[in-house]
């Protein structure tokens, strides 16, 4: 499935187009689920794992990311379809 939260192909922060890799907003267990459902966004490379300031080495970014794919979430399927699929509240 396409992303929820981008209709291109560019870093979900800077926008850049090269050296893209596709993060799962929510992962671990929830990480097929993030995937049927669109939870994820493309980040460049150094956004991703590739730095300090990567979202996997800063919870802060982790859970803007994770705040703003529910809201996009809920926009489209609502918030108990959210729960259902990922099974906590991020907002």
């Not at 979900?12 to 049927?36: D, F, N, P």
């Not at 493309?42 to 803007?64: E, F, I, K, S, T």
């Amino acid at each position: 499935m396409d992303s929820i939260l981008q209709d291109r192909r560019e870093c979900y922060i800077t926008g850049a187009t090269e050296g893209l890799h596709k993060h799962h907003v929510y992962a671990g267990s929830r990480r097929k689920a993030a995937e049927q459902w669109g939870c994820w966004v493309w980040l460049r490379w150094d956004w991703h794992n590739g730095a300090p300031y990567g979202v996997h080495q800063n919870p802060d970014l982790d859970r803007r990311l994770k705040q703003e794919c529910q809201e996009r979430f809920e926009e489209l399927y609502g918030h108990e379809k959210f729960m259902e699929v990922f099974g906590k509240n991020y907002l």
